[in-house]
């Protein structure tokens, strides 16, 4: 969403802040509007990107994003693409890999975990619309049986979904729940067995990060991802990761997990513990107090 600052100078020299940190996108007019300012004022000043799609802007869009590249101290990327792609632009200083914020571990109530069982709730939590590629989950799930699909979330896609869900004759075991707030994702993911992100590429979008995977990975609920955008960085060995948009990639991955006892608590201790060393809060504050000790 567009905006900008009627204040900004004024904020600044009211605040007097040693670092300027931006959680804007470079080519934002709010980007600028601090960057210059802190250039005006000798103070540091880093930004913020997700961007992990070459974009062409317009003018005014392309002005700032090159001031910004050339005039801030450090950057921050949420996933390796964004920072592929600031080096690309020319961006020369340190820019380190850092999501914009994690989980709390104490947030996930403790589970019966069972590896094998007769029925096996599935889930997707998230947006409901194309790009999110939940029409992989049914074409995988068609002509299968001993699993409960649990679609969470809202989106223009919504009445198409649970169209396709009755043409894939699993609206029987496809339950749709509303968006949900997210301080009840927790008691949620704690009665699912898997949660299956299967994003897909498209010209203008792929997935940035993936939130809901370190989420359900905090549950100790395994993971299965597709290959878009940042989602086979963050699952990173502790899920399962499949060809974006290729259900029968989709249906082996899911078929490994309930069928091989060792994988599927292979996932669960893989996820927890690579959330516990790489998502939580605590873990993110202190990436973040290093990257500002070290700006120049």
Known sequence: MLHFYLD????MRNVQPDIIHIEEEPFSPACWQFVSAAKRDGKKVIFFTWENIKRKHNPVYTYFDKYCIANANAAIAGNAEGKAILK???FKENIEVIPQ???NLEDFPARDIAPSKNEYNIAYIGRLAPEKGIETIFSALKGTRGFKLHITGSGPSLEKLKNEAVAAEIADRTEFHPNMDREKIPEFLSKMDILILPSITTAIWKEQFGRVLIEAMAAKVPVIGSNSGEIQNVIDGA??????GTPVALASAI?????DEKLYMECVNKGYERVKANYTNEVIAGKLNEFYKNIK
Do not use: M, N, R, W
């Open 88 to 90: 690309e632009k020319g």
């Open 101 to 103: 914020y994690g989980v």
């Open 239 to 244: 899920g399962l990761v499949f060809e974006e």
């Open 8 to 11: 900004a100078i004024e904020i």
């Open 255 to 259: 078929i490994s997990l309930v069928s």
